[in-house]
């Protein structure tokens, strides 16, 4: 897998509507290319874009090549909220403990 920076995948509008796409079911790449008002290899290169970073897997049924999404991508999206979550949570948590101190001295 090549270090493709997930944010940077994620931020082209074409492949986070791929990704939407393939919460509904697994498309192959004829079927996927149809919702969009490009051609259908410019859609094959946002597919190589998003397996590459894992994103997606292709399986190849007979001559089609099935995508269906991956988790593997998305960790690194997670671990980034995560973080943040954790961040806020705490800054909530302080106020929470400043408030009842106040509420509590009143």
């Keep these: 897998m090549a270090n493709l920076d997930a944010f940077q995948v994620i931020a082209d509008p074409s492949r986070r509507q791929i990704l939407r796409l393939l919460t509904q079911d697994s498309y192959n ?15 094959s290169k946002h597919i190589k874009v998003l397996q590459m970073a894992g994103f997606i897997s292709i399986q190849e049924i007979g001559r089609e090549r099935y995508c269906t999404l991956s988790k593997e991508g998305f960790t690194e999206i ?11 949570n705490s800054k909530l948590k ?10 509590n001295s009143n």
């Design 94 to 103: 302080n106020l929470e403990t400043v408030l009842n101190r106040k509420k």
């Design 29 to 43: 790449i004829n079927s996927l290319s149809e919702n969009f008002n490009m051609s259908r290899p410019a859609v």
């Design 78 to 88: 997670r671990n980034w909220m995560d973080y943040f979550d954790q961040f806020w």
